[in-house]
């Protein structure tokens, strides 16, 4: 299994543990994990060059972290 892979694999795990902690209304934990598998997601996209992914993953981090800290402020 190439590195790739396995950035992709742990972001995927990461957005399963998010959806998981959402369903049992474990904030702000439940962004933690979104903003770490946007993380891993961003890393790989940019490592494959994938511009629409890595607006996306920005995006979705930078929303993510006004959450945290709206939340734990």
Known sequence: MKLNDWIQWAGTV?????YTL???DMY???VMAGVL???LYLAWSIRVRNTPQMITNVVAIAICL???Y???R
């Open 66 to 68: 006004v959450g945290l």
């Open 22 to 24: 959402m369903s049992m």
């Open 70 to 72: 709206t939340a734990l």
């Open 37 to 39: 598998g946007g993380t």
């Open 28 to 30: 702000p934990w439940n």
């Open 14 to 18: 990461c957005f399963l543990g998010m």
